[in-house]
């Protein structure tokens, strides 16, 4: 590796490390397993808009991972949208005990999943071929679902509610200005009993637009939302 790359190979776990997240060399390696089968898959289909690895890494794998010090170890997690594999193969990769199930709709998407998926040898992990909203039969009661880019909050927090456990945790990415985004959700975060647990605020490496991911929990009947 080049001198420039080894520097901002530095500059990403120095940002990681901000955040709690160190990776060990194990997950260093899938991680790049997974990066490399994405941008050789990009130069044949159109995954993600991003073309090169240090744009993939820096724009679309550091932030998926800054949920990973709130999740359980174990437990069952679904990820709903899950597009290019963001965040759920990183996270999976981190949290490699939680039983995990992808939602996505585009079958180059599916397969792409399943390629990596076997290309890194995650266990307990499947790929579920729809739109969540179409889906029926799919159990309920997950301690984590998460999220990326799916819809606005609203309709998310409707779509996914339902199929979390109480106490479960819902991870959202989303844009800057956290009490609006709340403020326009509250109805149907109430409806599902999902109070706000904690925000991390962060801009990522060379970009300047701030970003935040929420953190919801569903809250037990007899706690009301906060």
């Known amino acids: 590796m080049a001198g420039s790359g080894k520097r901002q190979v530095r500059e990403w ?7 709690h997240i160190d990776l060990a060399g194990d997950q260093m390696e899938r991680i790049c397993v997974f990066v490399d089968e994405l941008v050789r898959w990009n130069k044949k289909m159109n995954l993600t808009g991003i073309s090169s690895k240090a744009g993939i890494i ?8 800054l949920p990973v010090p709130y999740l359980p170890e174990t437990g069952c997690f679904l990820d709903v949208g899950s597009g290019s594999g963001f965040p759920a193969i990183p996270l999976k990769i981190l949290r490699p005990s939680l039983i995990t199930r992808l939602v ?10 399943r390629q990596v998926i076997r ?16 889906l029926t039969g799919i159990r ?11 819809s606005h909050l609203p309709r ?15 991870v959202c990415f989303q844009g800057s200005g956290r009490d609006p985004i709340l403020r326009e959700t509250r109805a149907v975060l109430d409806r ?10 962060y801009i990522l490496p060379k970009k300047r637009r701030p970003r935040q991911v929420l953190i919801l929990k569903k809250q037990d009947m007899s706690i009301q939302s906060t």
């Open 58 to 65: 820096n724009d679309l794998l550091l932030d998926s991972l």
């Open 140 to 150: 309920q009661g997950y301690d984590v679902i998460t999220s990326r880019a799916l």
């Open 192 to 201: 599902h009993r999902l109070g706000h647990l904690m925000s991390i605020p």
């Open 104 to 113: 996505e709709p585009k079958k180059k998407k599916v397969s792409f999943l």
């Open 119 to 134: 290309l890194t040898g995650l266990k307990e992990i499947e790929v579920i071929e729809g739109r969540i909203q179409d």
């Open 13 to 19: 776990r120095l940002w990681l490390r901000r955040f």
């Open 156 to 170: 998310l927090v409707k779509w996914c509610g339902p199929y979390l456990s109480t106490d479960g945790l819902m």
